[in-house]
């Protein structure tokens, strides 16, 4: 399907730019008839602007998924880049819509489109905006865990410094490296930064190192407040090893990689066991 320009006009000095046609506004705000008559009237549906954004990146970064099919359905092109390098599919996971994105998917969306300087992959976006079921989508559509951002680092590490508890546990149930580092940061220096305990714990239970030292030669604990819930977390685990049960659970899973839950849930084993390796209600012991 051809890439049309939208109209080019001239302002002052700045030179040449393009308009936003009434197919993108249509498309970003949801009018649904208006779009459709458009199309009907034979208006193209991969118009671009000036920094290539279609009226399908409008429908998806604004979650209007009946505008979205409709432009769909008359051929618009589901990977089409925007001049940072954001897809549609992107820009639906930035704006937390999992039926635009699941749309996307059906029609041949890439879940791991090539990373530029100035694009975050779609897990990334789903992280930062912090929908789990969008999040469990990316994962369950083949994206790279460690797919590695210039600004974020991995997906696991922007879903800490935002805060999105859910969106932590999906990845590290689904084999993220809970000890990547992006300059020697880790998850657990960013779970530190946002003080969240709950965090801080899950994260230590899936195996991450309290002594990691950033290239400041600073450990996580070094980033919370003093006799803050967080600080007390850490320096408890600081003193405290992990368990031979939790450390065993951890290697298990390492093994495993990305199929572990996959595995586990073929293994014939008890169900408490079961429950164990698979962190299910977030248990810390067989006991």
Known sequence: M?????????????????????????????????????????????????????????????????????????????????????TPLCNACASGSLECAKMLLDYGAKVNPSLTALTASPLHEACIQGNVEVVKLMISSGAQLEAFDVHFGPPLHIACAKGH???????LKAGANVNSVKFHETALHHAARVDMMDMIELLVEFGASVYASDNLG?????????ASPAHTCLMFNESNPLTLQQLCRITVRKMLGSRASE????????QRIHSYLQYCDHPTSLD
């Open 263 to 270: 595995v586990i849930g073929q293994l014939d084993i008890s």
């Open 2 to 86: 051809e890439v049309t320009a939208a109209r080019r006009s001239f302002l002052c000095d700045i030179g040449f730019w393009a308009d936003r046609t009434a197919l993108h506004e249509a498309a970003s705000h949801g009018r649904a008839l208006q779009l459709k008559q458009l199309i009907e009237s034979g208006v193209s549906v991969n118009m671009v602007t000036v920094d290539n954004i279609t009226p399908l990146h409008e429908a998806c970064i604004q979650a209007h998924p009946n505008c979205a099919r409709m432009l769909l359905e008359a051929g618009a092109q589901v990977d089409v880049r925007t001049i940072h390098g954001s």
């Open 218 to 226: 600073r450990k996580p604990i070094d980033y919370t407040t003093p």
């Open 165 to 171: 508890v859910g969106c932590v546990k999906e990845m």
